[in-house]
């Protein structure tokens, strides 16, 4: 079973040829020199070396009613697929709760628009928001009306009462604003009702917390969440459905081993893995998505609470030590941030952090699009340019496999196409005429 749903950008494409710069298609092969991209459609039906003079006039506006396509020089610049950040949360800003709870929905909701549109600037033309957003950034997305990536939705993440997700101080107050449906479940009947919601509520993916956390107040890493059972029953309801991917957020070692043991397709930070749920994730093909630019970097002292910073060094240590452990054991990893927990817009800092970690730099790439797609399974359609594939992809100006950490600034990604429509020029390089935007 297969996610139907795969936003299309409802804006222009062209017909486009992208001429002449490296090829890094997102397998993990080496570059192809001097490539070419014909993209129709909005999607690729041409990738390759760049042909023979003939064989690509031959090419050239050969159906009837068709127009030649233009040509884009790009001599001495990069091609790589669009990246996709498999963990992030459009609609928070957990470093200063007392702010995020005093604001109005509508700065929300605007913060919200304004996060996706730097996410999609940063070159990821395709995210997994794994709770706190609901299906109307999605689908504003979808039909045109505002910039940003693809969306899979968790909507909310599951936990127990007391659980990572339960946003209840101690004397009853929110620590944060109310997700969009309920996210407690403590009975096999509150499992049940609540995906059923989820799905109605139009979930893509179901995230559940099967540990504490670091931003919680009365729990840690440590602490079990959901239990292996329930994350069992989870994922069989949705096997009844659209076959849902079940992403758990899990970072001490035994809440990581139920999330594998209960079938999940993803481990969300995993910080404490030990080394039999590194072997676990290997027998059971479990993806870990390590979001390394959360796990690293520790906040200022003064703008957050005590608990949480004295949480992050612990757990931050932690994480630097296992998840290299796990990532050098050939575990499948695809890469995403956590953003909303760190700074949004500045996602591809994660292809850095990896390469700190262990990873070459071709593996990072491969992690931030390829094996995202299979986790989003979306292969079919984004992680690779291939033919067939949507036209998502970014250009840059310098060789990412000699220097990773050039991508980590955003201005770096100099042009963005999504589905074949150009939504980022900032060099000018297509004819800046081009760019359409839906923001005008
Ligand atoms: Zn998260």
Redesign the pocket.
């Given at each position: 079973m297969s996610i139907a749903y795969l936003p299309a950008t409802n804006r222009e494409s062209e017909h486009i040829i992208l001429r002449g710069a490296t090829l890094i298609d997102g397998n993990g092969g080496d570059p192809i020199t001097d490539s070419e991209i014909e993209v129709r459609d909005g999607r690729i039906v041409y990738v390759g070396s760049r042909p023979d003079e003939g064989t690509t006039s031959a090419r050239e506006g050969n159906d009837a009613g068709d127009t030649s396509p233009r040509v884009i020089q790009l001599q001495g610049k990069t091609i790589m697929p669009g990246f996709i950040d498999s963990?992030v949360?459009f609609g928070l800003t957990v470093e200063n709760p007392a702010a995020n709870l005093a604001r109005f929905a509508s700065e929300r909701i605007v913060r919200s628009v304004v996060n996706a549109r730097n996410t999609l600037m940063a070159g990821v033309t395709t995210a997994r928001d794994?709770?706190g957003t609901d299906r109307g950034i999605r689908d504003s997305i979808e039909q045109g009306l505002i910039l940003g990536p693809r969306i899979h939705l968790a909507i909310s993440?599951l936990s127990p009462t007391g659980g990572h997700t339960d946003f209840t101080m101690p004397n009853g107050m929110p620590t944060m604003p109310p997700m969009p449906v309920d996210p407690i479940i403590d009975t096999d009947d509150d499992v049940r009702r609540t995906i059923r919601t989820l799905v109605r509520s139009g979930a893509d993916v179901i995230k559940v917390c099967t540990t504490g956390g670091v931003s919680s107040p009365t729990d840690t890493p440590d602490d079990i969440g959901v239990p292996e059972e329930h994350v069992r029953l989870i994922v069989e309801e949705t096997a009844k459905r659209a076959g849902q991917p079940v992403a758990a957020?899990a970072q001490g070692p035994e809440g990581i081993k139920a999330a594998i043991r209960g079938g999940v397709r993803s481990v969300?930070h995993g910080y404490g893995i030990d080394d039999e749920g590194i072997e676990l994730m290997l027998e059971h093909g479990t993806f870990r998505v390590p979001?390394l630019s959360s796990a690293l970097r520790i906040p200022d002292p003064k703008n957050v609470p005590g608990y949480l910073y004295e949480k992050k060094v612990k757990w931050s240590a932690i994480a630097r030590e296992r998840v290299a452990v796990a990532m050098a054991a050939g575990v499948k990893v695809a890469l995403g941030t956590?953003a909303?927990?760190c700074p949004h817009g500045l996602n591809l800092r994660e292809e850095m952090h990896a390469v700190e970690l262990s990873l070459t730099p071709m593996q990072a790439i491969v992690a931030g699009t390829k094996n995202a797609a299979e986790l989003l399974r979306l292969s079919a359609d984004v992680g690779t340019l291939e033919e067939g594939k949507l036209a998502d992809l970014v250009v840059v100006d310098f060789d990412p496999l000699a220097d990773i950490t050039a991508l980590a600034e955003p201005d770096n990604v100099k042009a963005v196409v999504q589905g074949g429509s150009l939504v980022k020029d900032s060099a000018g390089w297509f004819g800046s005429a081009a760019v359409t935007s839906a923001l005008g």
């Open positions: 963990h949360h794994l709770g993440p957020h969300e979001t956590d909303g927990v």
